[in-house]
């Protein structure tokens, strides 16, 4: 079984700035993808941001530009680094962990996190 520990939401003023980390541990043998969801009340799971195997990332349009995406492929560890927060950024924050294998032959399985907390002061 895979494990996924958030950390780092909190409240910020708007334009405050937040980072948060994701860390997976159990039996990993590969992730083909690390990244973020996000969900405010009301609404359904959105992406914020992606990152493959590979470096590549991809970003939700309303963030571009203010959150970025990293990656330590060592640990199994995603950031997001989030900066220039707005009141609409304000939701739970779900780390995803897509494409996991155990081993070389394994089925590939899906992961997420308990979800963090992100609020943004007018």
């Known amino acids: 079984q895979v494990r996924l520990m958030e950390s780092g939401g909190g409240l910020v003023q708007a334009g405050g700035s937040l980072r948060l980390s994701c860390a997976a541990s159990?039996?990993?043998?590969?992730?083909?993808?690390m990244g973020w969801y996000r969900q405010a009340p009301g609404n359904q799971r959105e992406l914020v941001a992606l990152?493959?195997?590979?470096?590549?990332?991809n970003y939700a349009d309303s963030v571009k530009g203010r959150f970025t995406i990293s990656r330590d492929f060592a640990d199994n560890t995603v950031y997001l680094q989030m900066n220039d927060l707005k009141p609409e950024d304000t939701a739970v924050y779900y780390c995803s962990a897509k494409g996991v294998r155990d081993t070389v032959i394994s089925n590939y399985r899906d992961f997420w996190g308990q979800g963090t907390q992100v609020t943004v002061s007018s």
């Open positions: 990152m493959s195997s590979r470096g590549l990332s």
């Open positions: 159990g039996s990993i043998f590969s992730i083909t993808a």
